[in-house]
């Protein structure tokens, strides 16, 4: 019930996976505009939201993101 602000750096090791889960919160990624995005996320009335350009899925994905969100949100945003 609570936010949460994770910033990637562009040097970390990919690809990442992030496991969330996001009950009645939001959760907020920024991650390098170059890096490409997947997720693999269940949502009950909440929502995953990624730019578009981030979602080239012919490419390997540089972060991964699982997991649920609940009544929350997931927000991916570019650096």
């Known amino acids: 019930m609570g936010n949460l602000n994770l910033y990637v750096d562009e040097n970390a090791s990919k ?3 992030l496991n969330l889960d996001v009950i009645m919160g939001n959760v907020t990624v920024y991650v390098p505009a170059s890096w490409q995005v997947a997720t693999q996320t269940a949502n009950i009335m ?3 939201k990624i730019p578009v350009e ?3 899925y012919a490419a390997q994905p540089d972060l ?3 997991g649920d969100a609940v ?3 997931i927000i991916v945003k570019q650096v």
């Open 71 to 73: 009544m929350g949100s």
């Open 54 to 56: 981030m979602t080239d």
């Open 64 to 66: 991964i993101i699982k």
């Open 46 to 48: 909440g929502t995953t």
């Open 15 to 17: 690809p990442i996976t």
